[in-house]
């Protein structure tokens, strides 16, 4: 077998690998010794993506470029993996936590009849067997796994791991294996574009500014939006205000919506539901304003203001320009 630990490359669909790679390929490289190596399923590769996975460690980029790989189908895409993996033979197999990554690796890892380590926040390597940290019941555990056979599958939560430095000019082996790619058994009847809303995407911004029922309705979100925008941060929401049709899913943080761990969370009228922490409770610093003295979210919170949101938000709307303007 050998020794390399594959990351799966997540990209923006336009040919550009996402930043997200950067921890991966950096926790790959350091648990490995410098073996990492990208593996990237793409409809369109770039040469700045290409280069930016070596640039951040990579050894060898595997890319599999093939019109059939978009839209994203996991059938496709595992079965070309998995042939992929039976002649690469890979020791690991990492991918950053995103909606199809999630998917995509939980099927491969079925395909290869090995364990798949979920939403890992760590990795230690234990003589050479790997373990991997994750959090349980929704967070309120953490478990330290192994697996009992190579290759060792795991997904890992964004902004947890240190990012590798990027080495310009380091340059990587890319290697064009091809590999058949079956007929999709799916086929899409329906097509939905998302409207971009401008602001970085929830699970990789490094601030988060969540809106729950506090908010009372969705348009109220603007004032949110309106300090996303000064201070750079992703809006999300509680599921109370996904429920209600305020928000789309996708902005859903929680239990059965995006994990995210921003340098920030500011939660605004957010009450601190368990399944909601499950979500964001890595958060590094979290601040809470609620109205409600004992809601449950300044248990956890750092800093808490105690007060309406909506007369809260536009005086620290703007006093973060005041600062950022000096
Ligand atoms: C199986 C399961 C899975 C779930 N998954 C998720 C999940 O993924 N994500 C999730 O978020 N929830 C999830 N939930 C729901 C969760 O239990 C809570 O119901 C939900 O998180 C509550 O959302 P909220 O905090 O916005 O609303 P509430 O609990 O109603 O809290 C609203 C808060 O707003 C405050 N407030 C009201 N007006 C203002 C104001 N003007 N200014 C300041 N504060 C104000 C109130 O004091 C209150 O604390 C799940 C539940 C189940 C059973």
């Not at 997200?20 to 990208?38: C, D, K, Y």
């Amino acid at each position: 077998m050998a020794n390399a630990f594959w990351c799966i490359v997540e990209d923006d669909r336009q040919g550009t690998p996402k930043k997200v790679m950067a921890e991966v390929i950096g926790e790959a490289a350091r648990l490995s010794s410098g073996q990492a190596e990208a593996v990237w399923f793409t409809d369109k590769a770039t040469e700045a993506g290409l280069k930016q996975l070596a640039e951040w460690g990579a050894n060898k980029v595997w890319l599999i470029e093939n019109a059939a790989f978009a839209p994203y189908r996991s059938e496709i895409w595992t079965g070309a993996a998995a042939e992929l993996a039976a002649k690469a033979t890979p020791r690991a197999i990492l991918a950053p936590v995103t909606s199809r990554q999630r998917e995509f690796v939980a099927r491969l890892a079925a395909r290869l009849g090995v364990g798949l380590a979920a939403d890992c926040v760590a990795f230690a390597m234990d003589g050479d067997k790997l373990v991997a940290t994750r959090p349980v019941y929704a967070g309120k555990l953490l478990a330290k796994v192994t697996w009992a056979k190579a290759p060792w599958v795991a997904t890992l939560r964004p902004n947890v791991f240190r990012p590798a430095d990027a080495q310009p000019g380091r340059v990587a082996t890319v290697e064009r294996p091809s590999v058949a790619t079956t007929v999709a058994q799916m086929r899409f009847v329906e097509r939905r574009e998302e409207v971009s809303t401008g602001l970085p995407e929830l699970t990789e911004a490094e601030i988060v500014l969540s809106g729950g029922r506090g908010m009372k309705g969705p348009e109220h979100y603007v004032i949110l939006e309106d300090m996303a925008r000064v201070i750079g941060a992703a809006v999300g929401a509680s599921r109370a205000a996904v429920d209600a049709g305020w928000r789309p899913h996708r902005f859903q943080i929680g239990q059965t919506g995006r994990t995210i761990s921003p340098k920030l969370y500011m939660g605004f009228g957010v009450s601190g539901a368990i399944q909601h922490l499950a979500g964001m409770r890595t958060s590094k610093v979290i601040v809470a304003v609620n109205k409600d003295a004992e809601a449950p979210i300044f248990k956890i919170a750092d800093y808490g203001i105690v007060g309406d949101l909506f007369e809260v938000v536009p005086e620290l709307t703007k006093e973060f320009k005041k600062l950022l303007e000096k």
